[in-house]
């Protein structure tokens, strides 16, 4: 069984929106802190989004106020609403758990800007 399955990713143009979604199975939804992650061809793996340990969102600076991270809880599901999309949101998006030493990744999914 895959612990986290993303889904919502796919190609828009500037300015579009998409919304990614994260299935977790429940243990790991109940038990870990869930966020958003993404890597550029060339580039470091970045944090975008995620809840912290006490529930509260957490953004990066340059996706402040376009993107809103969210869950349902009675979905095990995490999602990640991006608005106003740029090119250089252009990445690979990856879920996680942030498990102690060992954090839990998706499989990812690709999100491309592009006119």
């Known amino acids: 069984q895959v612990p986290l399955v993303e889904s919502g990713g796919g190609l828009v143009q500037p300015g579009g929106s998409l919304r990614l979604s994260c299935a977790a199975s429940?243990?790991?939804?109940?038990?870990?802190?869930m966020g958003w992650y993404r890597q550029a061809p060339g580039k470091q793996r970045e944090l975008v989004a995620r809840?912290?340990?006490?529930?509260?969102?957490n953004y990066a600076d340059s996706v402040k106020g376009r993107f809103t991270i969210s869950r349902d809880n009675a979905k095990n599901t995490v999602y990640l609403q991006m608005n106003s999309l740029k090119p250089e949101d252009t990445a690979v998006y990856y879920c996680?758990?942030?498990?102690?030493?060992?954090?839990?990744w998706g499989q990812g999914t690709q999100v491309t800007v592009s006119s």
């Open positions: 996680n758990a942030d498990r102690v030493f060992s954090p839990i």
């Open positions: 429940g243990s790991i939804f109940s038990r870990y802190a």
């Open positions: 809840f912290t340990r006490d529930g509260m969102p």
